[in-house]
């Protein structure tokens, strides 16, 4: 009897309760905040520039929203198109116009195309970022890229 062991529960501790806020919590679009348009043409000539082509331009297409990427690397040219415009609508359906915003629906619009112009080029620095990598890396080679820019422009034409 003396050599028993008795062995204690632990004091339970008290729980408080703790009260959440039930938020939606949304989920955000990509480069919504981006704030960097021409930085980002600047970085993509840069990188363009480092992986050996010898001419690099953009343009910007205000009637239909597009902004053009132009590049020549060892004489093949090649251009790639994003949409503005595409962004825009993909934010509205996120951020749907209500009778609660306090402009007209015109200027809600404008301000997710603007912001869209903005977003393009951050995109399109990422992308050129993403496939300079891949082929400095040796995953791809440059005429396989290219070759798929290729198809995406006959197919669109």
Not at 27 to 34: L, Q, R
Request: charged residues 25%.
């Amino acid at each position: 009897m003396g050599n028993e062991v008795q062995i204690q529960q632990p004091a339970t501790a008290v729980q408080q309760k703790t009260t959440r806020r039930r938020t939606k919590k949304k989920e955000g679009i990509p480069y919504e905040g981006a704030t960097s348009g021409e930085n980002a043409q600047v970085e993509t000539k840069k990188i363009l520039q480092r992986l050996g082509c010898s001419e690099v331009g953009f343009m910007d297409k205000y009637e239909t929203h597009e902004l053009l990427l132009y590049f020549k690397h060892r004489g093949q040219q090649v251009h790639f198109t994003a949409s503005a415009k595409g962004w825009a609508q993909m934010w509205l359906r996120k951020n749907p116009y209500t009778i609660r915003t306090r402009r007209s629906r015109y200027d809600y619009e404008q301000d997710a195309l603007r912001q869209g112009h903005i977003a393009i080029n951050s995109i399109v620095r990422d992308w050129v970022k993403g496939q300079c990598t891949a082929i400095e890396a040796g995953v791809v080679s440059f005429e396989a890229v290219s070759c798929r820019l290729c198809l995406q422009a006959t197919a669109d034409d």
